[in-house]
């Protein structure tokens, strides 16, 4: 079997989806390949979410934001959308999901540590759900 493709997106690229894409890089290793982007992304990494992330031990900070491409989604077998409306292209055949979290852009370090155990969360689900040995 070959592994899934899991791509998040979010509007600025910069927290919610790059703190989902840390989480399951960490939690799945080598068993998922991660993908994200966002429809209109940011210059820099949201300094909170790399805080936030940090006392996880995971380092988001060398990570760029990304555009959202189409080839990324015809090539993701998972679509997670954050906040992003009708930004993502839909393809017969991916499995789409809308984690509705609050974005963590402007808030404190406690806020995006919530957005961020959240985001855990539903990262671990979806390892469960995809069966990954």
């Known amino acids: 079997m070959t592994r899934p ?5 979010c509007v600025h690229n910069a927290g919610r989806s790059q703190m989902a894409a840390g989480y399951l890089q960490q ?17 820099a990494i949201n300094p909170t979410a790399i805080d936030a992330m940090a006392e996880e031990g995971i380092d988001i900070s ?13 090539t993701s077998d998972v679509v997670i959308t954050m906040g992003c409306g009708d930004a993502c292209p839909i393809f017969p055949g991916k499995r789409y999901e809308d984690w509705e979290l609050d974005d963590p852009a402007g808030q404190g370090l406690d806020a995006v540590r919530r957005i961020r155990d959240e985001i855990k969360g539903r990262v671990e689900g979806l390892i469960a759900s995809l069966s990954v040995e």
């Open 5 to 9: 493709t899991v791509l998040f997106v």
């Open 27 to 43: 939690l799945a290793g080598d068993r998922i390949d991660v993908l994200s982007a966002g429809s209109a992304p940011k210059d």
């Open 62 to 74: 060398a990570n760029q934001p990304k555009v959202l491409t189409v080839d990324a989604v015809k």
